[in-house]
């Protein structure tokens, strides 16, 4: 079992920046591939980023690619989201998520977090 649980959500202005943090219970964190995900009012959950077990390969959804980027510290058992350059249609509950091995960009995963709020207002 892997606990996933989210932060660093929050009201920014257009063109702002926010860094979101996911940090998962367990002793296995390096087992498991991560993606963050993002739903909207009214909208079905769509991909943001992914991230393999090593960090040394990355995927990104288009809307996102050159002002997002996906890390994560093994060690510290987290994986970050940083986030630059937010518009408006950027505001949703973001999630992060747990995949044992490979890294998808699919809703594949079988860990969720509870999410967290992101506002960007205009």
């Known amino acids: 079992q892997v606990q996933l649980v989210e932060s660093g959500g929050g009201l920014v202005q257009t063109g702002g920046s926010l860094r979101l943090s996911c940090a998962a219970s367990g002793r296995t964190f390096s087992s498991y591939a991560m993606g963050w995900f993002r739903q909207a009012p009214g909208k079905e959950r769509e991909f943001v980023a992914a991230?393999?077990?090593?960090?040394?390969?990355?995927h990104y959804a288009d809307s996102v690619k050159g002002r997002f980027t996906i890390s994560r510290d093994n060690a510290k058992s987290t994986v970050y989201l940083q986030m630059n350059s937010l518009k408006p249609e950027d505001t949703a509950v973001y999630y992060c998520a747990a995949r044992k091995l490979v890294v998808v960009t699919t809703n594949q995963y079988q860990y969720w977090g509870q999410g967290t709020q992101v506002t960007v207002s205009s």
């Open positions: 991230i393999s077990l090593s960090g040394s390969n990355t």
